[in-house]
């Protein structure tokens, strides 16, 4: 799957609630290996950049030749908890 905007943060979970750990470039191209239990996100493996790194990214910004919905379910870890 690749990337159709300008930058993409990779999360540590499935949300904009979890800490994002790297991002993808428009144009980078990732290997998605499973998504989260509504087919929003998905984990991404296979990172095009050593800066980058595998997590979790929203799948509204990838864009693949093959379906998403084919993906398996992933339990994510908990939710973090908020800063004081």
């Known amino acids: 799957a690749c990337v159709t905007i300008s930058s993409l943060n990779v999360?540590?979970?499935?949300?904009?609630?979890?800490?994002?750990n790297s991002y993808?470039?428009?144009?980078?191209?990732?290997?998605?290996?499973?998504?989260?239990?509504?087919?929003?996100?998905?984990?991404?493996?296979?990172?095009?950049r050593p800066a980058a790194e595998s997590g979790w990214a929203s799948l509204a910004y990838l864009e693949s030749d093959g379906s998403l919905r084919t993906l398996p379910v992933a339990t994510p870890h908990a939710v973090p908890s908020p800063m004081p």
Do not use: K
């Open 24 to 48: 993808l470039l428009e144009g980078e191209c990732v290997n998605l290996f499973a998504q989260n239990q509504a087919g929003t996100w998905g984990i991404i493996r296979s990172a095009p």
């Open 11 to 20: 999360r540590s979970g499935p949300g904009v609630i979890y800490p994002s």
